[in-house]
């Protein structure tokens, strides 16, 4: 890695490693976000996203290696770094429940020089209804949207946002990721974390894909969907009963899974072999194929692709 | 909607960050019924019950003469004790303190905020105090008032027990430090001189009851307000706690 700071690079991170009780939890990370792109963090739980992303906002110090966000080391960014860096923490949490949602944004908004005023943000993220309504009294998903607010209070150049969607109906999971996509043209930077594989796929610039605390891919997601190895699915005239998938996965030598009125066979790519193989047992069984298909697969595929390989690759 | 999200990006000046926290601690202070009953309407009942029983031995002068600073000093513990120490508890619990160190306030301009709410409640408190001793209780100064000892001593005072409730508020949970604070609290009541001069307590605790900050600061602000005796040692006892108090609060003090 260079040492020269990248002065396009909003976030720099290099070799960053974190331990609790001697457990890596973020293990050698190395990654740039470019200034303006929409760079997402994706990893089942305790993969080490949110100690990855608490380090870059701050909070956290790291044992090896080091972090730059907006040229500034985080734990020694003062106000006015603070200031230029908006946070959504996971739940949306950190606020008083006895303050209204209202009060919460005018409050952050007197830290800052030139806020955003308290109501526009209600509107904006459709919690104009709730401006009155204490934090106590308000669902999951209006804390979420509020602590969404709350990140754009400050007008930042970089939003850090850890699981933005979570705990939001459909309705307000696309109203989200309208807003990101208006960050997004505005020129802000915006490094989110999810479990969220459709969000992530339709606002992310990039994805860093992490597990166990190593970054095991990274890319746009065409590249990583493009990247994946083809998957065979197939349907059958005669839905299969449970003892015969399981007599297919045995003579197949891997799993096959039932997906919808289809099946997939996980764990092997889709080759000629492959084919040949799933043929033959039908042939036997005297069951019909009504749709064979094989090709790349979607991000999920590639996902637990990645993810669960690492698993078992694990000692 | 054409509202630009990006273009600011400047800290606030560190005063005005202050001030409107500042501002917000005491608006949710009004709203903390429980806080209140301890901050404003215990005091009170100390003050009147006392002044009307004859059950307390307080010595030559009027009852008030000695129930007065004790209320105050009672006042003071509910404040920087036992109000910050369990609101700040909880603000760790809620993740408050978390959010907050995220913003461009600083984690020194928070801890600024809730003393400087804590002095604005504690000035309202002795104004009660004092106005309801003189209308209600006819209390008149015995000796020679100084208002300079009142104001030190209510800062040491604030010093050392909000050092300590914040102490309490960074190392333990906030059901725990709910706890901790009200043993305290009525602990203080007894052994804090405020309804009993602590001489009158069996020897061994009036040993116990003098080493601690509790009975310094009701002596302190006996003196101040016109009783006879000697400030200096009280004072010099009460900054000792106020300066290890403080101390181990930085020290120790978890912000998650």
């Known amino acids: 890695m260079t040492a020269v700071a990248d002065r396009s690079a909003a976030i720099e991170v290099d070799g960053l490693t974190k331990r609790y009780g001697g457990r890596p939890v973020v293990d050698d990370l190395s990654l740039r976000v470019a200034a303006g792109e929409t760079f997402a963090l994706l990893g089942p739980n305790g993969a080490g996203k949110t100690t990855t992303v608490e380090i870059l906002e701050g909070y956290r110090r790291p044992d090896g290696g080091s972090v730059r966000v907006l040229g500034v080391d985080p734990a020694r960014g003062g106000r006015d770094h603070r200031a230029r ?20 944004l005018r409050l952050h908004g007197r830290f800052h020089a030139a806020p955003r005023a308290a109501d526009e943000l209600l509107e904006l993220v459709q919690l104009g209804e709730a401006a009155r309504t204490r934090y106590r009294r308000l669902s999951g998903g209006e804390r979420q949207r509020l602590g969404l607010a709350l990140a754009l209070v400050g007008r930042p150049e970089l939003v850090a946002l850890d699981e933005p969607t979570a705990g939001m109906d459909v309705e307000a999971r696309a109203a989200t990721r309208g807003l990101i996509g208006r960050l997004r043209e505005e020129g802000v930077t915006v490094l989110l974390t999810s479990h969220d594989l459709t969000d992530v796929e339709l606002v992310a610039d990039r994805i860093a894909i992490i597990d166990r605390g190593r970054l095991v891919a990274i890319g746009t997601p065409a590249a990583l969907t493009g990247g994946a190895a083809p998957v065979l699915r197939f349907r059958v005239e005669v839905p299969l009963e449970a003892s015969e998938i399981a007599d297919l996965a045995k003579s197949l030598g891997v799993p096959v899974e039932r997906d919808g009125v289809a099946y997939r066979v996980l764990g092997a790519a889709a080759t000629p072999a492959l084919v040949g193989a799933l043929a033959g047992w039908c042939e036997g069984r005297g069951v019909l194929i009504a749709e064979l298909r094989t090709g790349g697969g979607s991000l999920e595929e590639r996902y637990l692709e990645l993810v669960g390989g690492a698993t078992e690759a694990a000692p | 909607m054409n509202v630009a999200l ?241 101390g181990l609060a930085a020290a120790k003090f978890r912000w998650e």
Not at chain 1, 85 to 104: C, K, N, S
Not at chain 2, 51 to 69: E, K, M, N, Q
Not at chain 2, 119 to 144: F, N, S
């Open chain 2, 6 to 246: 990006r273009g600011g990006g400047k800290a606030a000046p560190a005063w005005r960050a202050i001030l409107a926290m500042t501002a917000m601690e005491l608006r949710l202070t009004l709203r903390r019924g429980e806080t209140l009953v301890a901050t404003a309407v215990l005091p009170v009942i100390v003050l009147f019950f006392f002044s009307s029983v004859t059950v307390i031995p307080v010595g030559a002068g009027r009852p008030v003469d000695f129930l007065l600073p004790g209320s105050i000093a009672f006042a003071i513990i509910a404040t920087s004790l036992v109000s910050l120490g369990i609101t700040t508890a909880y603000d760790r619990y809620y993740g408050v303190l978390k959010r907050l160190g995220g913003s461009p306030l600083s984690r020194a301009d928070l801890i600024v905020a809730k003393i400087v709410a804590v002095l604005v409640v504690e000035a309202v408190q002795v104004g009660l105090l004092v106005g309801a001793a003189a209308l209600l209780l006819r209390w008149r100064a015995p000796g020679d008032v100084s208002v300079g000892l009142v104001v030190i001593g209510v800062l040491l005072g604030t010093m050392a027990f909000a050092g300590l409730g914040l102490l309490l508020a960074g190392t333990l949970r906030a059901e725990t430090m709910l706890a901790v604070a009200n043993i305290l609290f009525v602990a203080s009541l007894v052994l804090g001189g405020v309804v009993l001069p602590i001489d009158h307590l069996p020897a061994p605790l009036t040993a116990v009851a003098g080493a601690l900050p509790a009975a310094a600061l009701s002596d302190v602000l006996r003196v101040a307000l016109g009783g006879s005796g000697e400030a200096g040692g009280s004072l010099a006892l009460l900054a000792g706690w106020g300066v290890v108090a403080v």
């Open chain 1, 85 to 104: 860096v908006g946070l959504m923490l996971q739940g949306g949490g950190g606020v008083d429940p006895r303050m209204t949602a209202r009060e919460v």
